[in-house]
């Protein structure tokens, strides 16, 4: 059977390479001749994604022998197949002007789907996510950004406000107690190291994320009788952040950043810097925004620092309003990222936690 393309060429010299039943026929030959390079390269794809669900048998483009050893596809598109190499060398010339044809509307489609991608990523990652912390399971106020907010209990496993910690601890008749105890479940206060640990361990063996995390930054730092090993430090941290723990991500975005344990690798660094921000990390959408500032993509920065205001980083309200200074950002930028940051403000000042800070700078909360 010869089939024909707009230039009337035969099997042998076309870039059809399988062998068609006579049902496949009927369905491509519906569609008309091929009226441009396109057309063709279309129908050749039509034709072999047939060929494939049929399993009918391969045909030369050159000299037109069948057979399933008829495998040698152009090294280039892949598009047509071949006995053999002395055929393909022979084919070369005629088939040139198809094969970069197809080659170019590959790189066409190939980087449209990139620009999809793309476009699909930033969305999601300019996304405003909820608050990273849960409220603090006391006084149902939302938990602070900052570490020195708030502190985990490892004996029931709970994040208590710095201002629910700092507060007196009372019994059942309203009797001020020792405060020496947890202030949700009321455990005492671990005496020694060893028993930190302890309970530390029964966390972790429950896959709580935050105690594997935790665990993860004592071998980092050394400390609480762990040796000093940043490749321990780096595997807690990916168990963490698989559980859900998007610090865990930032940490290992700083390790890569710096070379901490790994090989300095900037792009692996903004990869979990993004898995972090998308999870509400400020810290990270904060770092994200430096990169931006960085190589110069303001709008991009910008974005990222408004983000991260709203999570209660106060050094992107700082930023903006240097980007401010320096034209790098309008007036109603910086108006409302003000707004954002005392929106946050809002959600987590408490007189208790304004005790606790006023107390220690250990309380501090923004």
Request: net charge negative; charged share 25%.
């Amino acid at each position: 059977m010869n089939i024909s393309n707009n230039n009337n060429t035969t099997t042998a010299d076309s870039n059809i390479s399988t062998v068609m039943s006579m049902s496949d026929c009927k369905k491509v030959s519906n569609t008309g001749a091929p009226k441009s390079n396109h057309d063709t390269l279309e129908m050749i794809g039509q034709l072999q994604n047939m060929s494939t669900a049929d399993n009918t048998i391969s045909i030369c483009a050159n000299c037109g022998k069948e057979g399933n050893d008829v495998n040698n596809s152009c090294n280039n598109c892949k598009q047509v197949k071949y006995c053999n190499a002395v055929c393909k060398k022979v084919h070369k010339k005629k088939h040139k002007k198809d094969c970069e044809e197809h080659i170019r509307l590959a790189a066409e489609k190939h980087n449209e789907e990139l620009r999809i991608a793309a476009e699909l990523h930033d969305i999601e990652l300019f996304k405003q996510p909820p608050p990273y912390h849960e409220d603090c399971p006391i006084c149902f106020l939302r938990l602070p950004s900052l570490p020195s907010g708030s502190i985990y209990m490892s004996c029931c496993g709970k994040t208590i406000c710095s201002g629910c910690s700092y507060a007196p601890v009372y019994d059942d008749q309203g009797n001020k107690v020792d405060n020496q105890k947890c202030p949700f479940c009321r455990t005492p206060d671990p005496d020694t190291e060893k028993e930190v640990n302890e309970r530390q361990m029964k966390r972790v063996e429950m896959n709580d994320p935050i105690a594997i995390f935790n665990t993860g930054c004592d071998y980092r730092e050394g400390t609480c009788g762990y040796p000093q090993d940043d490749t321990k430090a780096l595997e807690l941290w990916h168990r963490a952040a698989e559980l859900g723990y998007a610090e865990a991500y930032c940490n290992i975005g700083n390790a890569y950043s710096n070379g901490i344990g790994v090989e300095v690798d900037k792009k692996k660094a903004c990869h979990y810097y993004e898995l972090a921000a998308m999870q509400g990390d400020a810290a990270a959408r904060f770092n994200l925004g430096n990169d931006e500032l960085r190589v110069g993509n303001m709008d991009r920065a910008l974005k990222h620092y408004m983000i991260a205001v709203r999570g209660g980083k106060n050094e992107s309200l700082k930023e903006i309003k240097r980007m401010y200074s320096e034209g790098d950002a309008t007036k109603e930028d910086y108006t409302t990222a003000l707004q954002l940051y005392q929106e946050y403000l809002s959600e987590i000042k408490s007189i208790q936690r304004d005790k606790a800070a006023a107390f220690d700078d250990y309380y501090r909360y923004y």
